[in-house]
Each structure stands twice: as structure tokens, then as C-alpha cells.
Nanobody, 124 residues
Framework: QWKFVESGGGLVQPGGSLRLSCAAS????????IGWFRQAPGKEREGVSC???????NYSVSAEGRFTISRDNAKNTVYLQMNNLKPEDTGVYYC??????????????????WGQGTQVTVSS
């Protein structure tokens, strides 16, 4: 049974950093594109960053230059390093996969398989 477990969220001041982890079980993560998504209070879920099975990455405009997605296939885990965090980065962060292209994965096209999410709060 496919399962994602996200961790690493928390409360951080503006300008701070967090590293989120997405541990997969029940399937071999390296065979799939994996994405990180964010849902802010009162807003729809949106793609933040995705990584293909071959390591190709893409980022949302707001994440570009501040966030880095990576994967450790030996640990069956995908990471999201978030630097220079801003209050607008606040939300629940989820990882997910879907049997679609990396582009479609990140724009939420297709049936996504989700983790339970981890809360990130950026506030002074």
C-alpha cells in the first residue's frame, strides 16, 4: 500500500529555513515523479516544486531561488529545503505522486496520491 509521511514542518521566523522530508513506503520512490504542494488557509492547494525520476526539477515562481527539491533514492525520501522563508509560505505542505508527467503533477492534473501533510508557519 502506497504511503507518504511528511515531516520537518514547524514555526520559523521570516528569513529562516526549514527542511521538509517525504518518506515513502509501499513503493519504490525513484521510479516516480514526486511533488511538494502547499495549501494556505482559505486557498486551494498549489504546486511548489516537483522532481522527476531522472532528477529534473521545476519550481513555482514563488519557490524559485529559495527552495530546493532533492531525492535520496537509497532512503526512499524526497526533501524540500526552504530558505529565506516568508509569511506567505505559511500553509500545510504535502508530498504526492501521480501517474502523469512532472509538468502535470505540479499543476495538479491527474489523480494524486497524498501524504497527511506537515504544517509550516512563518511568523515573527
Amino acid at each position: 500500500q502506497w504511503k507518504f509521511v511528511e515531516s520537518g514542518g514547524g514555526l520559523v521566523q521570516p528569513g529562516g529555513s526549514l527542511r521538509l522530508s517525504c518518506a515513502a513506503s509501499g513503493f519504490t520512490l525513484f521510479e516516480y515523479a514526486i511533488g511538494w504542494f502547499r495549501q494556505a488557509p482559505g486557498k486551494e492547494r498549489e504546486g511548489v516544486s516537483c522532481i522527476s525520476s531522472s532528477g529534473y526539477t521545476n519550481y513555482s515562481v514563488s519557490a524559485e531561488g529559495r527552495f530546493t527539491i532533492s531525492r535520496d533514492n537509497a532512503k526512499n525520501t524526497v526533501y524540500l529545503q526552504m530558505n529565506n522563508l516568508k509569511p506567505e509560505d505559511t500553509g500545510v505542505y504535502y508530498c504526492a505522486t501521480a501517474p502523469v508527467t512532472i509538468q502535470d503533477l505540479c499543476i495538479l492534473r491527474g489523480t494524486h496520491y497524498w501524504g497527511q501533510g506537515t504544517q509550516v508557519t512563518v511568523s515573527s
